[in-house]
């Protein structure tokens, strides 16, 4: 278009379009309408009456390098047009479409601006209408003004209409469930009229069962009796059915339940027991003939995968995600496309888009804070997740919502609504926007071992979340990690909970794993800030951290020998090959202690051994080593542990670890002379599962553990969402 004939603002209808700003305005009043949307329109505005190709529109808007399912997006980006000038494909009154050719612009275009408008008018025109148009322009104002005021006086709530409407409108998130318990995985009604949802409080903490709420009411269906620690659920296309996914060690599966109640139907058995609570996602296709979920199957190897269902053969089939761990799959609404979640073995955690089509994968966006979602907005323009700054990758808790285009990986957006969010999901009618809101609060507690019973009290605390406590060395003080100044970072504190102290300032990305140095000076610690693990060590008193070189990449779980000259740590490239080495406490060449995959190292009081974790014969069991790589053996009097580290601790001349024995949690002391094990206390409530920690005092008196105390979470709603 030329730039000096063509005006920068054009009109038609009630609408005014702003070429120059890339505004769209109905009646004076902002329309939202940007991005690739925006664009199209512009196009079209520039041939008004004559035909634009998807050829053409595919070369401007969608370059050869961008990979994008082009047919979906540009029919979204055409449908966000239609929807923002209240316009149709059926009876079209501005953008009428040519079957497999293109689009035409129909609607009256007006000329060039009106004379108020300086854009296109001679220099010499527009001094004279500043002249003599300024009276007129002045009685027009004062008359304006009157009868505004007249109309505040007479009519106030007309005036307050008028001049709300004349602001911009901000989304809101207000609540859609505020029952007691935990709300988790929301899924809309193809009309957007019913929510289903897992809730927990009727069934005294024993796990999730499938709900039915109507939007607008209060009291929301039961639809199973069956609890479970966790489950996906996803509405079918055609409103009849609700599919389930259930997390659990037993009755675990894919299961059809009636969306108005009855009995359920299994759909396929799964491995689920061995997912994390984010990998439960279902999404249907638009069709409603395929369902997509994350399985563990043995034979796939040691990470789940992506799988089709089909609901008329009941086949699965495994996709093909080029990851390592892939989970949270959301199908696009026309289905060429499936968003999904990669975790590749490296710890790296990333949004990716797969074209069904022609299998190719693209990465849109990855970052040091873990993500989780994703869901599509209704039109298919924009992909919707939740970014998150949770001191685990996968906690519960979660992070805000952000929006992305899936052809252009430079239109990544952070929403002005949801915090500590997840599960976002639009309803298909696209005016409804619900996600998760959950809120664990994770303390730190002191139990006295001095004495016949052992008492345990509230140590640390806060409304967020704070793990792995460690006592230092002298028993004053404590380092642990907390997300309670918004992100994952080192603290310290007095043994008696006071004089609190944030000693890293890292700001999003993962970081923990503390250790004291003998004396108790510095403190060693790993973090992901840059986007890659690496060992960092920072005087206890506070400072600037400082990265250990090593001569090696992605170094994490550090800790110190006991004379303080060394550190280890774990390192390798991805997580299935960490291997145990040792560096000098100051830095240098990095010594290589264990061949085969091992972590978690942390050496014997005396210096003698190294102990470590390693997965052995479908268990974790606890290792050990000489300091110089020698002598590798496992130590058999130790039960398998739960999970891979962060549970127990040399200390003297035993092992402290826990147990879980008839529901309950216990702190055991295995001695290594004898290899008898004894308790030593029973816990309240069991520890975190992740990074609960456990740090025994210097003299054996006292232990500090961290544990979830509550874990609450609403659905919250976004009416007129667009």
């Given at each position: 278009?030329?730039?000096?004939?063509?005006?920068?603002?054009?009109?038609?209808?009630?609408?005014?379009?702003?070429?120059?700003?890339?505004?769209?305005?109905?009646?004076?009043?902002?329309?939202?309408l940007s991005g690739q949307p925006f664009q199209i329109l512009a196009i079209l505005l520039e041939r008004p009456g004559e035909?634009?190709?998807?050829?053409?529109?595919?070369?401007?808007?969608?370059?050869?390098?961008?990979?994008?399912?082009?047919?979906?997006?540009?029919?979204?980006?055409?449908?966000?047009?239609?929807?923002?000038?209240?316009?149709?494909?059926?009876?079209?009154?501005?953008?009428?479409?040519?079957?497999?050719?293109?689009?035409?612009?129909?609607?009256?275009?007006?000329?060039?601006?009106?004379?108020?408008?300086?854009?296109?008018?001679?220099?010499?025109?527009?001094?004279?209408?500043?002249?003599?148009?300024?009276?007129?322009?002045?009685?027009?104002?004062?008359?304006?003004?009157?009868?505004?005021?007249?109309?505040?006086?007479?009519?106030?709530?007309?005036?307050?209409?008028?001049?709300?409407?004349?602001?911009?409108?901000?989304?809101?998130?207000?609540?859609?469930?505020?029952?007691?318990?935990?709300?988790?995985?929301?899924?809309?009604?193809?009309?957007?009229?019913?929510?289903?949802?897992?809730?927990?409080?009727?069934?005294?903490?024993?796990?999730?069962?499938?709900?039915?709420?109507?939007?607008?009411?209060?009291?929301?269906?039961?639809?199973?009796?069956?609890?479970?620690?966790?489950?996906?659920?996803?509405?079918?296309?055609?409103?009849?059915?609700?599919?389930?996914?259930?997390?659990?060690?037993?009755?675990?599966?894919?299961?059809?339940?009636?969306?108005?109640?009855?009995?359920?139907?299994?759909?396929?058995?799964?491995?689920?027991?061995a997912l994390w609570t984010p990998d439960a996602g279902l999404s249907w296709s638009p069709d409603g003939k395929q369902l997509?979920?994350?399985?563990?199957?043995?034979?796939?190897?040691?990470?789940?995968?992506?799988?089709?269902?089909?609901?008329?053969?009941?086949?699965?089939?495994?996709?093909?995600?080029?990851?390592?761990?892939?989970?949270?799959?959301?199908?696009?609404?026309?289905?060429?496309?499936?968003?999904?979640?990669?975790?590749?073995?490296?710890?790296?955690?990333?949004?990716?888009?797969?074209?069904?089509?022609?299998?190719?994968?693209?990465?849109?966006?990855?970052?040091?804070?873990?993500?989780?979602?994703?869901?599509?907005?209704?039109?298919?323009?924009?992909?919707?997740?939740?970014?998150?700054?949770?001191?685990?990758?996968?906690?519960?808790?979660?992070?805000?919502?952000?929006?992305?285009?899936?052809?252009?990986?430079?239109?990544?957006?952070?929403?002005?609504?949801?915090?500590?969010?997840?599960?976002?999901?639009?309803?298909?009618?696209?005016?409804?926007?619900?996600?998760?809101?959950?809120?664990?609060?994770?303390?730190?507690?002191?139990?006295?071992?001095?004495?016949?019973?052992?008492?345990?009290?509230?140590?640390?605390?806060?409304?967020?979340?704070?793990?792995?406590?460690?006592?230092?060395?002298?028993?004053?003080?404590?380092?642990?990690?907390?997300?309670?100044?918004?992100?994952?970072?080192?603290?310290?504190?007095?043994?008696?909970?006071?004089?609190?102290?944030?000693?890293?300032?890292?700001?999003?990305?993962?970081?923990?794993?503390?250790?004291?140095?003998?004396?108790?000076?510095?403190?060693?610690?790993?973090?992901?800030?840059?986007?890659?693990?690496?060992?960092?060590?920072?005087?206890?008193?506070?400072?600037?951290?400082?990265?250990?070189?090593?001569?090696?990449?992605?170094?994490?779980?550090?800790?110190?020998?006991?004379?303080?000259?060394?550190?280890?740590?774990?390192?390798?490239?991805?997580?299935?090959?960490?291997?145990?080495?040792?560096?000098?406490?100051?830095?240098?060449?990095?010594?290589?202690?264990?061949?085969?995959?091992?972590?978690?190292?942390?050496?014997?009081?005396?210096?003698?051994?190294?102990?470590?974790?390693?997965?052995?014969?479908?268990?974790?069991?606890?290792?050990?080593?000489?300091?110089?790589?020698?002598?590798?053996?496992?130590?058999?009097?130790?039960?398998?542990?739960?999970?891979?580290?962060?549970?127990?601790?040399?200390?003297?001349?035993?092992?402290?670890?826990?147990?879980?024995?008839?529901?309950?949690?216990?702190?055991?002391?295995?001695?290594?002379?004898?290899?008898?094990?004894?308790?030593?206390?029973?816990?309240?409530?069991?520890?975190?599962?992740?990074?609960?920690?456990?740090?025994?005092?210097?003299?054996?008196?006292?232990?500090?553990?961290?544990r979830i105390d509550e874990t609450t979470s609403d659905l919250m709603v976004v009416e007129n969402f667009h």
């Amino acid at each position: 278009m030329d730039a000096v004939s063509t005006p920068k603002v054009v009109r038609f209808g009630t609408y005014e379009v702003d070429l120059r700003s890339g505004e769209l305005r109905k009646n004076g009043l902002k329309v939202r309408l940007s991005g690739q949307p925006f664009q199209i329109l512009a196009i079209l505005l520039e041939r008004p009456g004559e035909l634009v190709t998807r050829e053409e529109l595919q070369k401007r808007l969608w370059p050869g390098d961008t990979f994008v399912d082009f047919d979906c997006g540009l029919n979204a980006a055409v449908n966000r047009v239609r929807e923002a000038l209240g316009d149709s494909a059926e009876n079209p009154r501005f953008v009428e479409t040519l079957p497999r050719r293109g689009y035409r612009f129909i609607g009256q275009v007006e000329g060039p601006p009106r004379p108020n408008s300086t854009e296109s008018q001679p220099v010499a025109e527009r001094q004279q209408d500043g002249i003599a148009g300024r009276g007129w322009k002045i009685g027009i104002a004062a008359g304006s003004i009157i009868l505004l005021t007249a109309f505040g006086v007479l009519f106030p709530t007309l005036a307050r209409r008028f001049l709300r409407q004349s602001r911009p409108q901000l989304l809101e998130a207000v609540p859609l469930t505020t029952l007691p318990g935990q709300e988790i995985s929301p899924s809309f009604s193809p009309d957007g009229s019913q929510v289903a949802f897992g809730w927990d409080g009727e069934n005294n903490g024993a796990g999730f069962d499938l709900y039915v709420k109507v939007i607008g009411t209060d009291k929301p269906l039961r639809l199973t009796n069956h609890p479970v620690p966790w489950l996906g659920v996803a509405w079918s296309p055609d409103g009849r059915s609700i599919a389930v996914s259930r997390l659990a060690t037993e009755g675990r599966g894919i299961f059809l339940v009636p969306a108005l109640g009855g009995p359920e139907r299994k759909l396929a058995s799964t491995n689920t027991s061995a997912l994390w609570t984010p990998d439960a996602g279902l999404s249907w296709s638009p069709d409603g003939k395929q369902l997509a979920f994350a399985d563990h199957p043995p034979s796939i190897g040691d990470s789940p995968q992506i799988f089709l269902l089909s609901l008329d053969t009941m086949e699965r089939k495994r996709v093909e995600a080029d990851c390592g761990w892939s989970f949270g799959p959301a199908f696009s609404p026309l289905g060429g496309s499936l968003a999904y979640l990669c975790l590749r073995d490296d710890g790296d955690i990333s949004l990716n888009l797969l074209d069904l089509r022609e299998g190719k994968n693209k990465r849109l966006f990855a970052g040091v804070q873990r993500i989780q979602g994703p869901t599509w907005t209704h039109d298919g323009a924009r992909i919707i997740f939740s970014y998150g700054s949770g001191s685990t990758p996968f906690a519960g808790a979660g992070g805000n919502l952000w929006q992305i285009t899936p052809g252009r990986t430079d239109s990544l957006e952070k929403m002005s609504v949801g915090h500590d969010a997840t599960s976002a999901t639009v309803s298909s009618s696209g005016n409804r926007l619900a996600y998760v809101q959950t809120q664990i609060n994770g303390n730190i507690w002191r139990v006295d071992l001095d004495g016949a019973k052992a008492k345990a009290r509230i140590l640390v605390t806060s409304t967020r979340e704070q793990y792995d406590p460690v006592i230092s060395p002298d028993g004053r003080r404590i380092v642990f990690e907390s997300n309670r100044s918004g992100s994952a970072e080192i603290w310290v504190w007095d043994s008696d909970g006071s004089n609190a102290q944030q000693l890293t300032s890292f700001g999003g990305a993962l970081t923990g794993t503390p250790r004291w140095s003998p004396d108790g000076k510095q403190i060693v610690f790993d973090s992901r800030v840059g986007g890659e693990a690496n060992v960092y060590v920072i005087d206890a008193n506070g400072g600037v951290p400082k990265k250990l070189e090593t001569g090696t990449r992605m170094n994490s779980l550090p800790s110190w020998s006991h004379d303080g000259k060394w550190i280890y740590f774990a390192s390798g490239l991805t997580h299935s090959n960490l291997t145990l080495w040792r560096v000098a406490a100051t830095g240098g060449h990095a010594v290589q202690l264990t061949k085969t995959a091992s972590i978690m190292p942390i050496e014997s009081p005396d210096g003698q051994y190294v102990y470590f974790v390693r997965f052995t014969e479908g268990k974790f069991r606890l290792w050990r080593i000489r300091p110089d790589g020698s002598g590798e053996s496992m130590v058999k009097a130790m039960p398998p542990l739960n999970s891979d580290g962060f549970e127990w601790l040399p200390l003297g001349s035993g092992i402290y670890f826990y147990a879980y024995k008839d529901g309950n949690a216990e702190v055991d002391l295995l001695d290594l002379p004898t290899s008898r094990v004894r308790r030593i206390s029973t816990l309240d409530r069991p520890p975190a599962p992740w990074l609960g920690g456990i740090s025994v005092s210097p003299d054996g008196k006292w232990l500090l553990y961290s544990r979830i105390d509550e874990t609450t979470s609403d659905l919250m709603v976004v009416e007129n969402f667009h």
